[in-house]
């Protein structure tokens, strides 16, 4: 357990619906990094924080996904109108750094998200 | 566009061997190389970093070697057990924090 949780673990919707993922970080972790996988893939970079500010975004994150880390510390990742190729592991990560790049980033469990 | 390639068949090794992974990459230039293992289910856990300066890397049973020249990485299991089947990840940045993953090479260790 590295210490980054995610909730829920697994969600199940029907296309069209509008889902919501929840990451708490290492707590004294400023980094936050959310990231995709699909099966037989390895994880892609969606976007990140430093704090409460997003600092990069991925050209995978569509107008239908939205990132915030309103008070520096837990994260959420909405996806609107779910379609089903956005069925993935959807992972979060933190890690501590000041500079350009951060300390090791330690990952979270996944929420796996399943579109009917 | 940047390309990483790790064997995407898996490696079937006995117990007591050394795994050798491959991680490859073209158009791109890292200053950080980055090996993970992903168990099924999990998130990646970060094994070992090598820098673009440095040749190899030791860590316990594990060692990691960085070629800039060829764009290659190799990463050694020694002595390996049935516990340390599983899928090894490489990962590459430029001084970011954007990682840049590869497919993923999965290990079976028989004993």
């Known amino acids: 357990d590295t210490g980054v949780s995610q909730d829920p673990r697994h969600k199940i919707t029907k296309r069209g619906q509008n889902v919501t993922f929840r990451c708490d970080p290492i707590?004294?972790?400023?980094?936050l990094y959310w990231y995709r996988q699909t099966l037989g893939q390895g994880p892609e970079f969606l976007t990140y924080?430093?704090?409460?500010?997003?600092?990069?975004k991925s050209r995978l994150l569509s107008d239908r996904f939205s990132a915030e880390r309103p008070k520096g510390s837990f994260s959420t990742l909405e996806i609107q109108r779910t379609e089903q190729g956005d069925s993935a592991m959807y992972l979060c990560?933190?890690?501590?750094?000041?500079?350009?790049?951060?300390?090791?980033?330690?990952f979270g469990p996944g929420t796996r998200l399943t579109v009917l | 566009s940047q390309k990483i390639e790790q064997n995407s068949e898996a490696l079937n090794i006995q117990e007591g061997k050394t795994a050798t992974l491959t991680c490859n990459y073209t158009?791109?230039?890292?200053?950080?190389l980055q090996w993970y293992r992903q168990d099924p289910g999990r998130g990646p856990v970060f094994l070992l970093l090598?820098?673009?300066?440095?040749k190899e890397k030791r860590k316990e049973r594990l060692k990691v070697t960085f070629d800039t020249t060829l764009k290659q990485s190799l990463f050694h299991i020694t002595a390996s057990q049935p516990a340390d089947s599983a899928t090894y990840l490489c990962?590459?940045?430029?001084?970011?924090?954007?990682?840049?993953f590869g497919t993923g090479t999965r290990l079976q260790v028989f004993p």
């Open positions: 990560a933190s890690s501590l750094g000041t500079g350009p790049r951060a300390d090791t980033q330690y």
């Open positions: 990962a590459l940045d430029r001084d970011t924090d954007k990682l840049i």
């Open positions: 707590s004294e972790h400023n980094r």
């Open positions: 158009n791109y230039s890292p200053a950080y």
């Open positions: 924080f430093q704090n409460e500010a997003q600092l990069e």
């Open positions: 090598i820098r673009e300066n440095e």
